[in-house]
């Protein structure tokens, strides 16, 4: 079993920049698509970005394309998410997720992973 934890939350203003983490234990990442979402009060929860189960490929939600980066660091077994250009739609709690079943087609889909981690608030206020 995967677990995953992530950290680095906070309140930022619109424009800024903030880097979340999800640290993986119980297994390396080889092997397991790995992927953020998101829920905003009131909606439903978003996929944001993700990789395949190869690594080799990365995927972004429409709304975050270009101003979002997933990364990995193979060696700390840790999965990031660089936020940039931060807007106030941007504000959610944003989930870390890991499957070992996740096929190309439904990398985008909440239900394809098994683990998940608790969350981080991120804010994006003035």
């Known amino acids: 079993q995967v677990q995953l934890e992530e950290s680095g939350g906070g309140l930022v203003q619109p424009g800024a920049s903030l880097r979340v983490s999800c640290a993986v234990s119980?297994?390396?990442?080889?092997?397991?698509?790995i992927a953020w979402f998101r829920q905003a009060p009131g909606k439903e929860r978003e996929f944001v970005a993700g990789?395949?189960?190869?690594?080799?490929?990365?995927y972004y939600g429409d709304s975050v394309k270009g101003r979002f980066t997933i990364s990995k660091d193979n060696g700390k077994n840790t999965v990031y998410l660089q936020m940039d250009s931060l807007k106030p739609e941007d504000t959610a709690v944003y989930y870390c997720?890991?499957?070992?079943?996740?096929?190309?087609?439904?990398?985008?889909?909440?239900?394809?992973?098994?683990?998940w981690g608790q969350g981080t608030q991120v804010s994006v206020s003035s």
């Open positions: 990789y395949s189960r190869t690594g080799g490929y990365r």
């Open positions: 119980g297994r390396t990442l080889n092997g397991y698509a």
């Open positions: 997720a890991a499957g070992n079943r996740v096929i190309t087609s439904s990398t985008r889909n909440q239900e394809a992973y098994d683990s």
